[in-house]
């Protein structure tokens, strides 16, 4: 048994804003999720204390450009995606 | 002649030569979209208004002797999670059902320059995460050999479109194998280029250390081809790297003899199909044939390399679909009262059911007390494979194999059994986590005539070797005939 119970699923869920919706959706998240970590825990029986994690596939080093200004978005262009504008803002629900 | 057989370059040709107008081919394709794309979903949006107009300008372009650019009057299809200046891009998600992006990607830019026309979005998996197509919120796509099939996934309508004649050749991305494994299903040619071969810039993330953008086509010619056009540095995305001005055409029909190339045995063990294994065993013959070494190396690690990709990109899931919150664009809830719960309802309501599970997977691999266990041990083993793989492109040019454990399976065979559809990508994963080069094209049928693919692997910028073994294969065997049958049967 892997340590993943619904009780850690709705944690999870709640890290990543996402409702669950239902006790029924949390139970079935937890079965195929726990398939999952319970299949990736073959990873334990590897001697990997001396290895370096790899991040990423190539070497790079920080590349800069010249600080010139260029032309930004519009407003209009920035907001044309959004449901919910006002007076070329977003406009949110309230935060408190 | 029939339009929808003609290759790009063929295509490019004919209207070059003025054979052909662009309107011509442009309108005959439409025509076969609006006959068959009922039956095959392989589109989730047709440009149709915007390519004619594009095409008529390119009329009176042609007829003026001003032809300008490689892809002069070439149709292409483009996969839904690349985004597209003023047109409908989806992801195939609830999520952007209405999303219309500000600014093309990068290798939108190019293959306009080319002068390329964009026929329309292809279908896929939900983000991209899913092997059958079957997890779009919209439709599902069919596989042009066998209706009952999957084309695979996530780039399933890209490589049914090509594979179907309705259009020469689109883009999609592969992260975990979503160019190769649906080219293998659907008997065309899909490449995934070395990581930072390609910009991904306006490419929908999805696991941003693995993702590259690649050319699916019918042959291996178009395809270098389209790399070529494609690739290159840009300042809009740190990882792409300098470009080394490679023409992948250049002595792609060099002679192979001499050239040695590793069979790794776990490629053809345990859990392969019997008819895949025989067809590559064929394969492998064929190469021998033409004056290549074949030898079977080991490469122990592969048996981890399922579990450390779906850890590492499930995290980097977790983390860049973290910005589709209902704000600055996509989809949103209704009726919240609050942000938190704005947040909590868009998102479980735009995001399907495959993507809330990976998303959940990545958050619980990324929270305190499951960081070091699971992410830094997956990117340990990522070191390993590494290594397998650099120390066998000491002694040897290419390493084959199959693409996929088994030809297409039917619509609804696998979809409710997770972990054994994520297993299936084991042969095409090692090439993400590493960032090297591979190559899916025909080696064969199924008995029940469904395509087998053999991926072809090369060392990191060696895409000029893959390209040459390719296409030194595929003059010895490929399914063009069979696939211009397939065509035929469809219309």
Redesign the interface.
Known sequence: MSE?TTD??KH??N???????SEEKAEE?TK??D???D??K???E?P?SE????????D?T??M?EDEASEP?SQD??L?????TEDGQ?K????? | MNIYELTVEELYEKIAQKEMKPSEVVGALFEDIEKIDDTLGSFLFVNKENALKQAEHLDELQAQDKMEGELFGVPMGIKDNIVTKDVLTTCASRMLEDFHPIYDATVMEKLNGESSVLMGKNNMDEFAMGGSNETSYFKNVRNPWDTDAVPGGSSGGSAAAVAAGLVPYSLGSDTGGSVRQPASFCGVVGMKPTYGRVSRYGLVAFASSLDQIGPITRNVRDNAKILNIISGTNHRDATSMPDVDQDFLEGIDADLSGKKIAVPEEFLGEGIDQEVTDAVEKAIKTFEDMGATVDRVSFPHIKYVVSAYYLIASSEASSNLARFDGIRYGYRAEGTKTLEELYRKTRAEGFGEEVKRRILLGTFVLSAGHYDQYYIRAQKLRSKLEEDMLKTFEDYDLIIGPTTTSAAYDIGEKIDDKLRMYKDDILTIPANLTGMPSISIPCGLSGKKRPIGLQIIGNHFEESKVYNAAYKFEEKYNLHEELKEVQKELR
């Not at chain 1, 890290?15 to 919706?21: E, T």
């Not at chain 1, 949110?92 to 408190?96: E, F, G, I």
Request: avoid cysteine; aromatic fraction near 8%; proline fraction near 4%.
């Open positions: 993943i850690v699923v999870v869920a890290l990543a804003r996402i409702d669950v919706q998240f195929e999720l398939a999952i970590v299949y990736a073959q990873l334990d590897l990997l290895t370096e994690p790899m991040f990423h596939a190539l790079l920080n590349v450009r978005l262009e920035a044309s995606n959004s449901k919910s977003f949110v629900p309230k935060m408190l």
